[in-house]
């Protein structure tokens, strides 16, 4: 049987910029910030409303009501849509499709 350990990590990778640099026009780290800061708003209320359906169909099928849906469907949709909109805008920075 193997244990898990958790181990905390305080570094991060890095990306040098001058890797980046070299990217046709550029990269504008902050307009991919930008994009993911526009995309977490939609996201977070996507994510509401997927917890809000969660909680109705737990309660349908189990009798009991739920709130976990409600509690944690805003925050990770808001993290998804930030993840997403600061990837596309990277995407398309780095490949030229705008």
Not at 1 to 12: D, F, K, R, Y
């Amino acid at each position: 049987m193997h244990a898990l350990a958790l181990v905390e990590t305080t570094t991060l990778s890095t990306v040098d910029h001058v890797d980046l640099s070299t990217v046709t026009g550029g990269y504008d780290f902050g307009q991919a910030v930008q994009a993911g800061n526009a995309a977490a708003g939609p996201g977070r209320q996507a994510g509401e409303t997927l917890g809000a359906g969660f909680d109705a169909a737990y309660k349908a099928v189990r009798g009991q009501d739920s709130t976990i849906g409600s509690q944690v469907g805003g925050p990770i949709g808001a993290a998804v849509g930030w993840g997403g909109g600061f990837a596309s805008n990277t995407a398309q920075q780095l490949w030229g499709k705008k």
